[in-house]
């Protein structure tokens, strides 16, 4: 199904961009997957978003994950790998796509270079901070959207799943040679500006 997109495109010759955004939790990546999507035309992915928009409608998937998410734990990955695979279906990315907060374990990134081939990514823009400023960050953020998972013993275990099980991604990346590193430290402007320098340096 994601060869015969690629195909589709490649007949086309239509330029296709293919992005992920990589951070530790409360980097930004959402605020700035939105500006760059946005800037390229493109869709941006965020399973974080779509599992909350779940939860909110109580569709049976939101019930399924809400516990999970709160905890500060990740979905398995066979729950997430189907909603990727059926979200990178639409139509809408077959012109390119920005996926951000998937995938987060060696086994989701697997399953996407499965899903889009070996070349499959154009870049992977990895947004390099500093963890302790994060955490006051973050509960700033949940004080302002209330969002369950965001206090402070979930905020420092969601850190810890993170280093543990989505920073192995990093060399996964940088071994395919796709992986470009923003300095993630600074205001919303000044990192929208190092990333989109970033991508036109690497010709994105
Ligand atoms: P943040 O950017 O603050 O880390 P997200 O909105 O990306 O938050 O994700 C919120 C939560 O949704 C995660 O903590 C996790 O529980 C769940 N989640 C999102 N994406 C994935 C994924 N690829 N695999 C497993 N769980 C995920």
């Known amino acids: 199904m994601f060869v015969s997109l690629r195909r589709t495109a490649n007949e086309n010759k239509e ?26 035309g493109i869709p941006t992915i965020s399973t974080g978003e779509i599992f909350r928009s779940n939860i909110t409608r109580g569709t049976a998937l939101g019930r399924e994950v809400k516990r ?27 012109h390119g796509f920005l996926l951000d907060g998937f995938p987060r374990t060696l086994h989701q990134a697997d399953a996407l270079d499965r899903m889009l081939g070996v070349t499959g990514l154009d870049a992977v823009l990895s947004l390099v901070i500093d963890l302790e400023p994060l955490v006051a960050r973050m509960l700033l953020r949940a004080k302002i959207e209330n969002r369950p998972d965001d206090n402070e ?5 969601r850190m810890d799943v993170y280093t ?8 996964h990346y940088r071994d395919a040679g ?7 430290n600074g205001s919303i402007d000044e990192v929208s500006e190092r990333l989109l320098a970033a991508l036109d340096t690497a010709k994105v």
């Not at 330029?15 to 390229?40: D, E, F, H, N, Y």
């Not at 796709?178 to 993630?184: N, P, Q, R, S, T």
């Open 178 to 184: 796709v992986l470009v590193e923003v300095d993630g």
């Open 15 to 40: 330029t296709t961009v293919r992005l992920l955004i990589m951070g530790p939790p409360g980097a930004g990546k959402g605020t700035q997957a939105a500006r760059i999507a946005s800037r390229l």
């Open 153 to 157: 013993a979930t905020i420092r275990h």
């Open 164 to 171: 543990q099980a989505t920073e192995p991604l990093l060399s």
């Open 68 to 94: 999970i998410i709160d905890a500060g734990d990740y979905v398995p990955d066979a729950i997430t790998e189907a909603i990727v695979a059926e979200r990178l279906a639409e139509p809408d990315c077959a």
